[in-house]
């Protein structure tokens, strides 16, 4: 004989549950009050509300299947401890993070392998050929691209709430997202603008600055249906239970802090340099200063032709 727990419409949301008892072919309802002590109701309800408009932004994405990221998955799936999903997300972590740091590693490695034309300069600053400018379309277009996502990496998902997290999210795997995207980005940067400079030929160009940009976009594209229903449906039937023994066990005698979870919270700390208004500032120098550069430095015997050919 299966019991039910469901929330019921008490107005003290939180701490009021109806259990329904199957009898015999039938259904009974009874409603459970799981009482407080009289000081700490109001304690609680100010602690459980207060993540509100949290909540209803996360229906709201996980509704609509956008805006969050295999590193923000992780995050919730480490913070409410459900193991299975946690070694499935883990694995697809780790196939973005090769992926993303190899991957992009592998087309820069290439190109600083490719043979070069005899006598080519690594700077030619003597006219402006039309694939100079096409080089320079190419750089402007991820440099202003990877530039609006490093400056407002900190506000992207999840990301956005981290001075005001749910305890259900884990502090040091949000960190460690914000920490791996960011050096991603850079990376990716760095990586396109050597693949570009140094492609072989037109069509070298194209392709690979391409890929890099479709590397970025992995972790975004690793969460799935599946993962937005699970964070929806968990929200619906067990949010409110699983905040109740949460607050119940911080309310314990002797409660601490995990040593990971502290890590975490320096690593949040550390993660907003990038909301720093001078590191906003050289981004977006280097963001306009990097195509220039590509325009008046680029080799026009990129394609394979020497000098004078």
């Known amino acids: 004989m299966a019991t039910e727990l469901v929330p019921s419409d008490n107005v003290h949301r939180g701490s009021s549950f109806d259990i329904n008892i199957p009898m015999y072919g ?3 309802t009874v409603s459970l009050e799981i009482p407080l002590k009289a000081d700490l109701v109001d304690d609680y309800e100010a602690w459980f509300h207060g993540y509100n408009d949290i909540i209803d932004q996360i229906k709201e994405w996980a509704s609509a299947q956008e805006n969050l990221d295999v590193y923000q998955m992780n995050s919730f799936y480490a913070g409410i401890s459900n193991k299975r999903r946690q070694f499935v997300n883990y694995y697809k972590t780790a196939m973005v993070f090769f992926i993303q740091t190899a991957g992009a590693g592998y087309l820069a490695y290439n190109e600083f392998t ?7 300069q690594l ?3 003597k006219d402006f050929h039309w694939l100079s400018w096409m080089a320079f379309a190419f750089t402007g277009f991820i440099s202003l691209t990877l530039n609006d996502q490093l400056t407002e990496l900190n506000q992207q998902g999840i990301y956005r709430f981290k001075n005001n997290l749910p305890p259900f999210f884990n502090k040091f795997w949000l960190s460690s997202g914000i920490f791996i995207n ?3 980005l850079a990376a990716s940067w760095v ?3 050597i693949v570009i400079f140094l492609a072989t030929n037109p069509l070298d160009m194209i392709l690979n600055s391409i890929a890099v940009y479709f590397i970025i976009e992995l972790d975004d594209m690793m969460v799935n249906r599946i993962d937005y229903e699970f964070i929806d449906t968990w929200l619906d039937d067990e949010y409110e239970m699983w905040m109740r023994m949460k607050y119940e066990k911080r309310r314990k005698f002797g409660y601490e802090v995990s040593c990971i979870e502290k890590l975490g919270r320096c690593i949040l700390w550390c993660s907003s340099c990038t909301e720093n208004a001078v590191v906003k500032w050289i981004i977006r120098f280097l963001a306009l200063a990097t195509p220039i550069a590509v325009l008046i430095c680029f080799n026009q015997s990129f394609d394979g032709s020497s000098p004078g050919q």
Not at 114 to 120: C, E, N
């Open 191 to 193: 990586v396109s603008v």
């Open 182 to 184: 960011t050096f991603v």
């Open 114 to 120: 490719t043979p070069s034309s005899d006598g080519a």
């Open 26 to 28: 039938s259904q009974k």
């Open 123 to 125: 700077c030619n600053v």
